[in-house]
Each structure stands twice: as C-alpha cells, then as structure tokens.
C-alpha cells in the first residue's frame, strides 16, 4: 500500500518511527522543565548545585558553532549561486526572502526593547574556574568537552571559501558536495547532542528558579507569550497585508486552504514535513510549476521569518536576564550577524539554537551562560516558528507569481473559495518526484526547520 505522497510502506514507517523519537524528546523537555522548576522552588541550593548541567550541555553547542556557521554559509553561498541562475524568478524570490528576513529580525529587536524580557534576573556567568575549587569532577568532566573556535573569523573565512567556490565554477562541485557531506555529519552529531537538552534543560532551570524564584518562570512565559503574540501580528498584519495589496487575496482563506499542512507542522514543530504538499497545494492555487519549483525551496532555506523573530528577541532575553543589556549598537551588529547567520539555521532542530549562541558568542562571550535557560522554553516556541516560516513560503510563492505574472487567478478565487477542493490522489500521480527535485532545486541543504 503506498502512501498519498506515493511512497512505500516502509519509508512511512520510518518516517512515522522518527517522528515519534521527536517527540520523546520533546515530552522529555517538558518533563524536565517542569522538574526543573519545581526542584528550583522546592530546593534552592540544590537547583543552583546543579548549574553545571546546564553550562555543559551549552558547551557541547558551542563546540558545534563553528563547523555549523562554516558548512551552511559556504554551501548557502551556493544555493544563492544556483537560484539565481534561473533568472528572473530566482533574483526576485531571493530579493525579496531577504528583504522579509530582515524585516522579520528588525521586528524582534522592536517587540523585545519594547517588553524587556528578562529583566531584573540578573543571572551571574558559570564560573568552572572558581567551580573548580570545590568541585575538581565538574571541572574535569566540562574540560573534556572542546572549546570553541572563534564565529567572526570562521564566519568571514566561509564567506571566502563561498565565494572562491562560485568562481570555480563547476571544478569547485566536488568540493561543495564535500562540504555537504560534512554539513550533513555536523548535523548528525548535532542531533545527537540534542537528545541531551532534557539534562541541560533540567540543570538551567533548575540553578536560574533556585537562584531568582519564581520570578525566572514568570520571565520565561513572557518571553513565549511574546513571542507567539509577534508571530500572530507578523502573519496577519505584515503578511496578510502584503497579500491583499498585492494580489487581493485574504490571508485567512489562504490559512484555510493550507490547513491540514498547518496540523501537520504543529504536531511535528517542522515545516520541512509539508515541504512535498505545499508545492502541490501551491501548484493547484494556480501558481504555475516553475515558479513554485524556484520560489518554495528556495524560501526553505532563506526565508526563515520566524527564527529570524525568534532569534533576536531570544538575544535580548539572554542579555536582559544576564544584566548586561545591548545598546543600540550593539543590536545592530547582532542583527546583520543573524542576517547572514540565521541563513544556516534551516537545519535540524537545535541549529537555531546553535545560530543564537553564535551570535552571542560573537557579540559577548559572557552571555552564553544565559542561553540555558532558552534550552527549557525553546521546544515551546518551536511551533510558532515553523508556521511562521511556512505562512511566509506560502504567501512569497503566490506574490511571486502575480509579480511575474505566471498564476491564474481565476483560479486563485474558485480554490480559495472551496468550488475546486484539492485532491489528496494528485499527490500521487503529479509529485511522488516532489523531494528530490526541491532538493536539488535548492543546492545543499540540511532539512527547514523547527
């Protein structure tokens, strides 16, 4: 029996299988912020005991962001390169992913100076040094784990690799797909160092409820809240409005069409899952295949604006909660660093993680020790993020098509209105081939995410 994507019974069940693992993983996070939190309350000294948890899992993410930053840039350099081979679709879909990420990140940085999440935690930096003196187990245990390399430098080294690789020209592929093999153990070893965010997530919460009461946990769900809250306004009211300007259409209807995708990525919290279904659904809105083949793939992996939100309200959480809050430069230069960097977070999940540490690292190395506590909520926020990002892949295709004029919209309006519903069999006969080409379409990538 085949699947409606036209896929075998056992690439289901793998896949099924590996979904499930996720959310394990997931119960287990929420399971351990909560025993965090309580043990926190309960036991302070103990909570604050139990801070190097914490502080080695966030090194184990560290020792990460340099390869991550250094694979994903170089290859995405190249994705850049091929999308913009295919002419005017490919120049104007990346114009303007670029332009609503941007956008997307000057919004996090508005709503966070807005609401100042964090404020008033004042959490102190893990010393290991000064834990060292008491504890010489924990020191030796955290010294195991390596340290991490420089982000600015291998940020402008992967920008010149990039670059040296376009100009190779078709001599420089054996080199990129060799990148992307190494991308793709990065990725692997990053997977695995996840399966350990219930123990850091527990030793975080745990030390910052122990050390600040209940007040860390009421920061904490501002912060989410927030963020859902910015999420919500950047669909309807940016999105939405762009939509009804540009092509008349409703976002709420749209929303509607696509909502099967929708409870798909909220029970997987990737977006990645849906990949194969919206270039179908896109395909029978109207907009015509080459457009969709460019503009979706290409938008998997450079139009992320819900990380981008998150990413920078995430910062200004860290730095808030720590006491060092940005200044207005430094909020700039954290924002051009996510620009570029946020390009690398269509992973797997943890890499957004990874691209928020980088950015503190790169800006203040001494806000890292507050990212633990990001560890607890970030599986909470993950949801939003990925329907953010697949609401704004959605929304990009249809605009792209009305600006190059290659979508029927008298079509448009008899789908959206319900006269000509989809049909799941077409995912059979028309897109069993859907992956590998979005794949292909979009150079080396690692899977969109959460």
């Not at 914490?54 to 020792?63: A, H, N």
């Not at 009461?213 to 809250?229: D, H």
Request: proline share 5%; charged share 15%.
């Amino acid at each position: 029996m085949a699947s409606q994507r036209g896929e075998s019974l056992d690439t289901v069940k793998t896949r099924r299988k590996g979904i499930d693992k996720s959310h394990y993983l997931y119960i287990a996070v929420i399971a351990a912020v909560i025993l965090g939190a309580v043990v926190g309350l309960m036991f302070p000294e103990v909570g604050k005991s139990l801070k190097p948890l914490g502080d080695g899992f966030i090194k184990l993410i560290k020792m990460m962001i340099a390869p991550i930053i250094f694979c994903t840039i170089v290859l995405g350099i190249g994705s850049i390169a091929k999308a913009a081979t295919v002419g005017k679709v490919g120049g104007l879909a990346l114009g303007y992913f670029v332009l609503m990420s941007t956008f997307a990140l000057a919004i996090g940085l508005v709503v966070g100076n807005m609401i100042h999440p964090g404020e008033g935690l004042k959490l102190a930096p893990y010393d290991p040094s000064k834990k060292a003196e008491v504890d010489s187990t924990v020191a030796f245990l955290l010294g195991i784990i390596p340290g991490d390399i420089p982000v600015l430098p291998t940020l402008f080294a992967a920008l010149l690799v990039g670059f040296a690789l376009q100009k190779m020209g078709p001599q420089g592929a054996p080199v990129l797909k060799a990148i992307g093999h190494g991308q793709a153990l990065v990725f692997r070893i990053l997977i695995m160092i996840m399966w350990l965010a219930p123990v850091g997530a527990f030793g975080a919460i745990a030390a910052v409820v122990g050390a600040t009461g209940f007040q860390a946990i009421v920061s904490m769900f501002t912060l989410m809240a927030a963020f859902y809250i910015t999420c919500a306004l950047f669909i309807v009211i940016i999105l939405g409005g762009l939509l009804k300007i540009v092509t008349g259409v409703n976002i709420f209807k749209l929303m509607k069409y696509l909502g099967r995708e929708y409870l798909l990525i909220f029970s997987t919290s990737s977006s990645e899952a849906a990949l194969p279904r919206l270039i179908a659904k896109m395909e029978h809105l109207g907009v015509s295949k080459p457009v969709v083949g460019v503009t979706v793939p290409t938008g998997y992996s450079f139009n992320l604006d819900g990380t981008a939100i998150y990413l920078t309200m995430a910062s200004l959480f860290v730095a808030n909660a720590m006491g060092t809050p940005l200044d207005l430069g430094a909020q700039v230069s954290l924002l051009v660093f996510m620009i570029i960097a946020s390009k690398g977070a269509a992973g797997v999940t943890g890499a957004g993680l990874a691209t928020l540490a980088a950015g503190l690292q790169a800006h203040k190395p001494e806000l890292l020790g507050g990212v633990g506590m990001i560890v607890g909520i970030d599986r909470f926020m993950s949801e939003a993020r990925a329907l953010t990002n697949f609401t704004g892949n959605a929304v990009a295709t249809v605009l792209i098509g009305t600006w190059v004029k290659e979508i029927e919209r008298g079509q448009v309006d008899q789908v959206l209105s319900g006269k000509l519903p989809f049909d799941e069999q077409t995912m059979i006969a028309g897109h069993g081939h859907t992956e590998p080409a979005a794949t292909e379409t979009e150079a080396p990538r690692v899977p969109a995410a959460v």
